[in-house]
T-cell receptor, first 112, second 112 residues
Framework: DAKTTQPPSMDCAEGRAANLPCNHSTISGNEYVYWYRQIHSQGPQYIIHGLKNNETNEMASLIITEDRKSSTLILPHATLRDTAVYYCIVRVIETNAGKSTFGDGTTLTVKP | NAGVTQTPKFRVLKTGQSMTLLCAQDMNHEYMYWYRQDPGMGLRLIHYSVGEGTTAKGEVPDGYNVSRLKKQNFLLGLESAAPSQTSVYFC???????????FGPGTRLTVL
């Protein structure tokens, strides 16, 4: 599984968009990009995933560069409840296992 | 539907003692995982299972054993606890061919 690089921390004003970058320059063609978040030491929560195309769901948008070497998670209107550690993970979801190695993530602090 | 549950929530052990952590899921998921999270760090995969009766090593398996005798349960055992195993342990599960992992609330273990 490819390694990822994320900034250790970021701040965002409440109501503004939060853009969280992730670098995965060694990603392979069959590896997906996943984002999870962990709020206050709870179990991680799945946010979104993508392979090549940009993706959007009710929580966030995922923008993947054309060369797939980096991606950005966008929370369109951040709220105080979005304060959490955000993990970018790159892995293959094989038919027999979808292992994950969570790095240290980005601590996002949403401020009033 | 309780999702993924973990027992116990907290435990304090003395060095050399043994214990078993229980993970249970009522979603009929094929895959189950055990992670550990040390303070200020991301999650690391200990062991995982791709189905009933199967187990495999993850990133940091030493000092742990696992069993998956029933599809809904995944047990993590510490035969002789060491202070280095002080951590928060998370269990997760996911269905076949689905990307999202569903996490439990965690077990906080302290080894003195």
């Amino acid at each position: 599984d490819a390694k990822t690089t994320q900034p250790p921390s970021m701040d965002c004003a409440e109501g503004r968009a939060a853009n969280l970058p992730c670098n995965h320059s060694t990603i392979s063609g069959n590896e997906y990009v996943y984002w999870y978040r962990q709020i206050h030491s709870q179990g991680p929560q799945y946010i979104i995933h993508g392979l090549k195309n940009n993706e959007t769901n009710e929580m966030a948008s995922l923008i993947i560069t054309e060369d797939r070497k980096s991606s950005t998670l966008i929370l369109p209107h951040a709220t105080l409840r979005d304060t959490a550690v955000y993990y970018c993970i790159v892995r293959v979801i094989e038919t027999n296992a979808g292992k994950s190695t969570f790095g240290d993530g980005t601590t996002l602090t949403v401020k009033p | 539907n309780a999702g993924v549950t973990q027992t116990p929530k907290f435990r304090v052990l003395k060095t050399g003692q043994s214990m078993t952590l229980l993970c249970a899921q009522d979603m009929n998921h094929e895959y189950m995982y055990w992670y550990r999270q040390d303070p200020g760090m991301g999650l690391r995969l200990i062991h995982y299972s791709v189905g009933e009766g199967t187990t495999a090593k993850g990133e940091v398996p030493d000092g742990y054993n696992v069993s998956r005798l029933k599809k809904q349960n995944f047990l993590l055992g510490l035969e002789s606890a060491a202070p280095s195993q002080t951590s928060v342990y998370f269990c997760a599960s996911r269905p076949d061919r689905v990307h999202e992992q569903f996490f439990g609330p965690g077990t906080r273990l302290t080894v003195l």
